[in-house]
């Protein structure tokens, strides 16, 4: 079966400080598709990385970047130089393979809260 | 663009009672699926849907049924409500890929008393 496991329930930190989001992973499946999502305290859940299993190169977009390991099954992910703007709760998620059902399971979170 | 729009926004039910939760998309998109959040547990799948006539359970359906009729329209029903079955309801949909992240809707937050 498949699993992720956040095991950062909250974390808080002050702005400008790094913080790393850890997300563990299982499944049996050799294709598969990892993703995070954003939920600010406004409640809606925004896309924020997807990254396929035979892909483990890491990935960087401005203050956000992502390391994929499979050789630990883990999926983090950094924000440089945190803002108050990055308060949320942050999901990692995997989606098992289509002909599976392409379920999308999801993390329990991790709450990040940036202090001015 | 609309995307996945989740009616109510907001509903307070009495113990036995029933409703549907309506989720419509307009992206076309196959895939479609319904989930709760309640606090500590992350978001847990209920009931998705890969194509207009399919439907599945997911990891929590006891309690809720759906169908999907046609592409775009994806109703959750309670059929009897309980107080467990209060929390945030998400509907999201995506294409008929894997890899192809979901869009959601911005919730409902049911209440049961």
């Known amino acids: 079966a498949q699993k992720v496991t956040q095991a950062q329930t909250e974390i808080s930190v002050v702005e400008k400080e790094d913080v790393t989001l850890d997300c563990v992973y299982e499944t049996r499946d050799t294709t598969y598709y990892l993703f995070w999502y954003k939920q600010p305290p406004s409640g809606e859940l925004v896309f924020l990385i997807r990254r396929n299993s035979f892909d483990e190169q890491n990935e960087i977009s401005g203050r956000y970047s992502w390391n994929f390991q499979k050789s630990t099954s883990s999926f983090n992910f950094t924000i440089t130089a945190s803002q108050v703007v990055d308060s949320a709760v942050y999901f990692c998620a995997l989606r098992t393979p289509y002909n599976q059902g392409g379920k999308l399971i999801f993390g329990q979170g991790t709450e990040l809260s940036v202090k001015p | 663009n609309a995307g996945v729009t989740q009616t109510p926004k907001f509903q307070v039910l009495k113990t036995g009672q029933s409703m549907t939760l309506q989720c419509a998309q307009d992206m076309n998109h196959e895939y479609m699926s319904w989930y709760r959040q309640d606090p500590g547990m992350g978001l847990r799948l209920i009931h998705y849907?890969?194509?207009?006539?399919?439907?599945d359970q997911g990891e929590v359906p006891n309690g809720y049924n759906v169908s999907r009729s046609t592409t775009e329209d994806f109703p959750l029903r309670l059929l009897s409500a309980a107080p467990s079955q209060t929390s945030v309801y998400f509907c999201?949909?995506?294409?008929?890929?894997?890899?192809?992240?979901?869009?959601f809707g911005n919730g409902t937050r049911l209440t049961v008393t």
């Open positions: 999201a949909s995506s294409r008929g890929q894997a890899d192809s992240p979901l869009h």
């Open positions: 849907s890969v194509g207009a006539g399919i439907t």
